[in-house]
Antibody, heavy 120, light 105 residues
């Protein structure tokens, strides 16, 4: 069955970077894309960006341009989200989700979420 | 950016009731609209895509309708496990989510 397994919780200081992984199983990784969505405590869902599993296409939400990097490693069926210059308002639960390979689409399978806490 | 507006923010209902949740897009999104259910501490779960197609394993009591700018999620007879947050998502022009509707007892 399709599963997305994310790395564990992270604690970072303001100004630092964080890299979250998302390992996929149960499907052909390169036939799909990956979107990343975050949820601040008590808030709604916020889309961060998408990339195709072959790394040929990437799109970032405007507010994250310049400090977000989305990559994949097809040899391990793993997607990565790196967020730089962290601020306290980046504290959130970060989700990866399976998307379409050629464009964004509905998100049919989700990882369990990774809590990133930014605090001095 | 396409803004998605959900209403109401909170819906207080009883088990067995019929529930209607609304989602409005600031621009036309065709039928590129999905609905998700999220319970505390869990990842969202896809309910509906293409505005009206139920995802795999979703009970028939969940029905999506609408197109372009006005969309509705109807739960025909609310079950205890349906108390949760519900989010709409457009994927016509990249992705934006609505602010969510909380369905509570």
């Amino acid at each position: 069955q399709v599963q997305l397994f994310q790395s564990g919780a992270e604690l970072r200081k303001p100004g630092a970077s964080v890299k979250v992984s998302c390992r996929a199983s149960g499907y052909t990784f390169t036939n799909f894309g990956v979107s990343w969505v975050r949820q601040a405590p008590g808030r709604g869902l916020e889309w961060m960006g998408w990339n195709s599993a072959d790394n040929y296409n990437t799109r970032y939400a405007e507010k994250f341009e310049g400090r977000l990097s989305l990559t994949t490693d097809s040899s391990t069926s793993t997607a990565y989200m790196e967020l730089r210059s962290l601020r306290s308002d980046d504290t959130a639960l970060y989700f990866c989700a399976r998307d379409r390979a050629s464009r964004v689409d509905y998100l049919d399978y989700w990882g369990q979420g990774t809590l990133v806490t930014v605090s001095s | 950016e396409i803004v998605m507006t959900q209403s109401p923010g909170t819906l207080s209902v009883s088990p067995g009731e019929r529930v209607t949740l609304s989602c409005r897009a600031s621009q036309r999104v065709s039928s590129d609209l999905a609905w998700y259910q999220q319970k505390p501490g869990q990842a969202p779960r896809l309910l509906i895509y293409g505005a009206s197609t139920r995802a795999t394993g979703i009970p028939a009591r969940f029905r999506g309708s609408g197109s372009e700018t006005e969309f509705t999620l109807t739960i025909s007879s609310l079950q205890s496990e349906d108390f949760a947050f519900y989010y709409c998502q457009q994927y016509y022009s990249w992705v934006t989510f609505g602010g969510g509707t909380k369905v509570e007892i």
